[in-house]
Structure formats: C-alpha cells, structure tokens
C-alpha cells in the first residue's frame, strides 16, 4: 500500500496508478471480515457490510473518480471499478450484474486471461443462469494452467451442481480441495460439498438451478481470498458512524460504477488494442 500511494505521489496523472490503489483500499478495506471469531473463512456475500472501512472505500472511489476524468482506460481500473460494483451490491442490496458482466466485458478485451474469464462467468451466471455461464467459462483441456488452478474447479463444481450435473459437481469439488493449501478455505469448500450432497440433484436434473438461492459468487469469492487477504495491512480500518455519511457515499458508489465507470470504460477498452498478462488482482477478492 506503501509503494502504492507513493507512485500516485510521484505520477498523480498516471490513471493506472491511481486506479491500482483503488483496487488495493477496496481489498484492505474488508480485511478484518474475511475470518469470523473463530477463523472460517466468511465468503464476501456473508461479510457485514457495516463492518468495512468507510474511510478506505470512499478514498477508493475518489481514486477512481480522479482515474475515470483523465480517459485512459486501463486494467487496474476496470478492476478497481468492479470492486466498487461488488461493494454497491452487498451495502445496497441491489442486484446490479448486469453492469458487472459490462465490467468484465472490458477487463476481458483489455486482459484475455483465464482468471478474467473464470470470473466474467460467475458473474454471467447471476445474470442469465448457470447454464449460460458454463458455456463462458473456459476449458481446462484448452489451456494446461488451468488444470492446476483450485478456483476454475471451485467455479466450475459450483456451476455444475445448480445445473444438477452431480457426479461432474463432485468431482470438480475434489479437484478444488485436494489443490487449495489454506485450511480455512478447504473447509468451506467440503461444506459446499457437503451441503449439496445433502440436498440431492434428481429433480434438478436438466434443469438450471440458478434462482435456488444458491449464491455462486459466495463459492467464488474465496478463490483469492486466502491470497488477497495474506499481504500485511498498513492501515487502521474505521467504520464511519453517520447514516448521513454512508447514504452519500453509497449515492457516489452508485453514480461512479453506473455512468464514470461504467459508460466511459467500457467504450474506450471496445476500442483499445492494450494487451494483458500475467496473473490479475481477482476482482472478486472479498
């Protein structure tokens, strides 16, 4: 974080700068609700919202407003920008995955990597059904990366059992938890397992369960979750105690993703040539 607002300090017109440190206060900002009293993970959709730091999130959008008024466009802005979508939802309680699906959109013609597809999927799947985003995610048979990746199984047995493919559901399970190395996550994703083995898949057959109440992106959110959440935190987080504040910061979080954000980005990354790679900064990072 250090690094960070330093390079905003040295190229404080660099949007991509500012943008990267948007992405990294959206992602300390909810640090502290990633574990529960007992040290299970908790799942973004799971977390408190009054929780997480105002501070740190309304800086992150001041970033953003700063990145959006200088018309480039750029990776870690796109991502910062769906960080900001992500927190709308869950503080709001409005669904807004359309707008997402836009976002990743972007991200992908800018960086056309596995892990932007993997989540462009999950958020395809709240937006048009599992089935629709099983036919976006990407095959492991195609790129050898992903045979080794624990959140394209999690995605991908998530996706399957609301489909009601259980056999395909387990075993995608198996995957996932025999390659994740954190304890905590291993264990939510055995009681995802579990949980729907309980509930059964005969009358789900070929059927899409999306409306079912199971929440995919909770499945997903903890994909990098035990990465995003290990680097260590430089700033004391601060819930801001006024109605008042947070009903004004939640209009500015709605105005920046549905018109800065969203309307400007996506047009310039349709018609930029920016290739990326390398691993990205998950923007479903809870």
């Not at 309307?263 to 479903?284: C, I, K, M, N, Y």
Request: charged share 25%; aromatic share 8%; proline share 3%.
């Amino acid at each position: 974080m250090f690094l960070a607002r330093l390079v905003t300090e040295l190229l404080p017109d660099e949007p991509e700068a500012l943008g990267l440190l948007a992405l990294m206060l959206h992602a300390e900002a909810r640090r502290r609700t990633r574990r529960n009293a007992e040290g299970q993970y908790v799942p973004l959709a799971e977390q408190d919202p009054e929780l997480w730091s105002s501070q740190m999130i309304m800086e992150a959008e001041a970033l953003l407003r700063r990145a959006s008024a200088l018309n480039s466009v750029g990776r870690y802005q796109l991502e910062g920008a769906l960080q900001s979508a992500h927190v709308y939802r869950c503080r709001m309680g409005e669904a807004n995955w359309a707008e997402v699906v836009q976002l990743y959109d972007a991200l992908f013609a800018l960086a056309a990597s596995p892990v932007v597809a993997i989540n462009r999927a999950l958020a395809i799947a709240e937006a048009q059904g599992a089935s629709a985003a099983l036919n976006a995610m990407p095959e492991a048979a195609s790129d050898a990366r992903l045979a080794g990746y624990q959140p394209y199984w999690a995605a991908r047995a998530e996706l399957l059992a609301r489909t009601g493919a259980r056999e395909e559901a387990r075993d995608g399970y198996e995957m996932a938890i025999g390659l994740e190395r954190d304890e905590s996550v291993r264990r939510f994703l055995q009681r995802r397992q579990s949980a729907f083995a309980r509930r059964g898949f005969t009358a789900n057959i070929g059927r899409d369960t999306s409306n079912d109440g199971v929440n995919v992106p909770r499945a997903q959110n903890q994909f990098a979750g035990a990465v995003e959440g290990s680097g260590p935190g430089f700033v004391e987080e601060h819930v801001a105690g006024s109605h008042a504040q947070t009903f004004v910061e939640r209009r500015r979080l709605r105005a920046l993703v549905e018109y800065a954000l969203l309307d400007r980005w996506t047009e310039l990354a349709q018609h930029s040539t920016v290739g990326g790679v390398g691993p990205e900064h998950d923007a479903w990072y809870e």
